[in-house]
């Protein structure tokens, strides 16, 4: 079972270069500004204050290491796709956040996440493309799963993956999630786990 005996913030960086050596396997998290990412963080770590959360989206413009249990790293990637940043600061941060995904060996796994209850939208399903044109390993969390019925939750998550599956053959492992009741912290924790084992 996955557990997170401690966790520590290590270096935020601007540049591939700045990140930490080293060949620890790394866990990043991306989704789209306000999805709830530095909730999740927080969340699954049972640290409050580890990752800021914010009222503002889109206030991570910068790559964040955590350091858990002394083995893993998680990684806090920039969010995209926040209509109110310039031009200029827009396309520096998906730079940052290509340059990472894409060149970046020590990356295991990204986690995608998606608010639960929108429809799919234009740019996570371009953003989900993109990563399977180049390979990245992925896998989807649905956050916010505690602002739906319970009976809606799966019936939602499942039409997301419907929809994948007219351009997927094979779908990414999916988990829901909920920062305030801590849905999904086992499993989520448990498939990183898995994984390390495999390294």
Same mark, same amino acid.
């Given at each position: 079972?996955?557990?997170? &005996?401690? %966790? ?36 699954? $770590?049972?640290? @409050? *204050? =580890?990752? @800021? $959360?914010?009222? $503002?989206?889109? @206030?991570?413009? =910068? /790559? ?14 920039? *969010? ?16 940052? +956040? !290509?340059?990472? +995904? ?25 953003? /989900? ?9 992925? %896998? +989807? ?5 505690? @602002?739906?019925? &319970?009976? &809606?939750?799966? %019936? ?21 999630? !909920?920062?305030?009741?801590? =849905? *999904? ?9 898995? +994984?390390?084992? $495999?390294?």
């Amino acid at each position: 079972m996955g557990e997170i &005996k401690s %966790a520590e913030f290590t270096v935020s960086s601007f540049r591939l270069d700045q990140c930490p050596e080293g060949q620890r396997p790394e866990y990043a998290f991306i989704g789209r500004s306000n999805v709830g990412k530095s909730s999740l963080i927080n969340m699954l $770590t049972g640290r @409050k *204050g =580890l990752a @800021k $959360t914010s009222a $503002t989206p889109g @206030k991570t413009l =910068l /790559i964040n290491h955590f350091l858990i249990n002394n083995s893993w790293y998680l990684v806090d990637l920039p *969010g995209y796709g926040y209509a109110k940043r310039s031009k200029k600061t827009q396309e520096k941060l998906e730079g940052i +956040i !290509s340059d990472y +995904i894409l060149g970046r060996e020590q990356l295991t796994c990204l986690f995608l996440l998606i608010d639960l209850r929108h429809e799919a939208q234009k740019i996570d399903l371009e953003f /989900i493309e993109w990563l399977g044109e180049n390979g990245i390993p992925f %896998a +989807i969390v649905f956050t916010k799963g505690d @602002k739906l019925a &319970k009976t &809606k939750v799966q %019936a939602q998550a499942d039409a997301y993956m419907r929809h994948l599956l007219e351009q997927w053959e094979e779908l990414p492992p999916y988990f829901v999630t !909920s920062s305030e009741t801590r =849905l *999904g912290r086992e499993e989520l924790l448990d498939y990183i786990e898995q +994984i390390n084992r $495999t390294l």
